[in-house]
């Protein structure tokens, strides 16, 4: 696979110049022409102890060099320089582009210079306030894009540049889980930093977020002010907290590069986007597993916790989501910062037969539609497992007596619309008796009819009482 190197450069590349030491006494800006240094280093790197076809005057050029040089780089990679604010950091960075060009063969796009704004030692409170963040957020257009990540193997190196940047990129290193290389200057011996997994409970991150923004925006603040912002804090977590900052003087304390990098990564994400194949997959896998699967796509908006549980699968270039020891998986891709769900699988064994047979393209053209769940499923940044079954046979319960007193509110009022309708057929029942009483009574009152000569006797009312007598026998007898 390519490589891609991002680098933090400094001005090692001019150490023999004798404008670089005068420049050093006061701040230049990125614009000034600097037009000694750039002969000085030029004419440096023209001598002939430094030709760039033998390795050993590569690796003496300078510190970004040294490093370069052993990562058996080949016409395909690429390196990004990370420049620092002023005109001898541009200067130095530019001329550092053309060695490199020059010694592995680049083509020019291949190599960029990014200026990272605000990022100089002169000013320490505009350091704080952008230079660092803008490292960071620098950076992460290249850790956290996955059409990078899908077709690069990405490599930091903090070698270059003054040493108070390199804890940044060793934390986005093990949050994102990549290689991180360095090398000390009295050493020539390369130390890999491997990119080990960083297990961190997100609960706390997300109590003190409000405190770190607060923090963020003064710069520097008196610690009991940062944990003031801290909802629903007790003396006894003090220590935790305040691992999120270090001290920026005798009363105040800053943001650590730990927390630059936790708040950057967590700006601006929003829900995870989902197919409809995705969602009747959640919907058919069983109670437990469908807890799990919804769990699960809460969980992938973030990436904080998104860096956490990403696997790559070797026969697909989807991306595969996951919580230690669970059958269940998510598999889907990045774009444009918000994670997509486009397969959801309930067991294990569906997810070795079935995940191989897709890719990203085939998805390329899908209606993802976006996840909503107004259901608090809780969290599981630990993975504690013995707790989380526990909570999980709560939220089971939960929804089975949610169900079951559903159903028999649902049964109460059929036995209720049952009674009603009883009532309103014993008041109609009632009154068509009364109704019937009344035309007896008016029958029975009636003159007897004189029978005719030739017709025998016939008894007053006699057949229509007993068919009206009868009627009303048959009426209330027959419906009993």
Known sequence: MKKLIICTTGTSIANACPSLRGMSKTYHP?????????????????????????????????????????????????????????????????????????????????????????????????????????????????????????????????????????????????????????????????????????????????????????????????????????????????????????????????????????????????????????LESIASAGPRQSLNLKRLVDLSASPMWRNQHIEHWHNTDLLVIRRSNTAERLAGFIKDDVFHVALAFASHQEYERELSKHNRAEFKNAAFVEWKNDRDLGVDENDRDALLEDRDRLLLNNEKLAADLTEERERGLERDIRVEALEAGIVALKREREALERSIRELRDKPAVVPQPDSPPVPPCAGAGRGLIQAVKDFFWGRR
Not at 251 to 263: R, W
Not at 264 to 271: N, R
Request: aromatic share 8%; with cysteine.
């Open 30 to 278: 990125w614009e000034s022409e600097a037009k000694d240094l750039r002969r000085e280093v030029a004419d440096f790197l023209g001598r002939p102890e430094n030709g760039l076809k033998n390795s050993d005057n590569r690796r003496r050029i300078c510190a970004e060099m040294n490093v370069l040089d052993r990562l058996d780089l080949d016409r395909n990679d690429r390196v990004v320089l990370l420049a620092t604010d002023t005109a001898e950091g541009r200067v130095c960075s530019e001329e550092l582009k053309g060695v490199i060009v020059r010694a592995f063969g680049f083509g020019e796009p291949q190599v960029e210079v990014r200026r990272i704004e605000g990022l100089q030692a002169r000013n320490a409170e505009l350091l704080r306030r952008e230079g660092l963040g803008n490292l960071v957020k620098t950076a992460l257009e290249y850790i956290a894009d996955e059409d990078q990540r899908y077709s690069h193997d990405i490599i930091l190196n903090p070698t270059g540049g003054f040493k108070g940047v390199m804890p940044f990129l060793v934390v986005l290193g093990m949050i994102h889980r990549l290689r991180t290389v360095y090398i000390f200057e009295s050493s020539n011996e390369l130390i890999n930093l491997p990119p080990l997994p960083l297990s961190f409970d997100l609960k706390i991150f997300k109590r003190a977020r409000p405190a770190l923004l607060f923090l963020e925006e003064r710069v520097g603040v008196p610690e009991s002010a940062f944990l003031g912002k801290i909802p629903d804090f007790v003396t006894s977590e003090r220590e935790l907290f305040m691992a999120f900052t270090e001290r920026l003087d005798r009363n105040n304390v800053t943001l650590s590069p730990l927390a630059y990098c936790f708040l950057e990564i967590d700006k601006g994400h929003g829900p995870s986007l989902i197919t409809p194949g995705a």
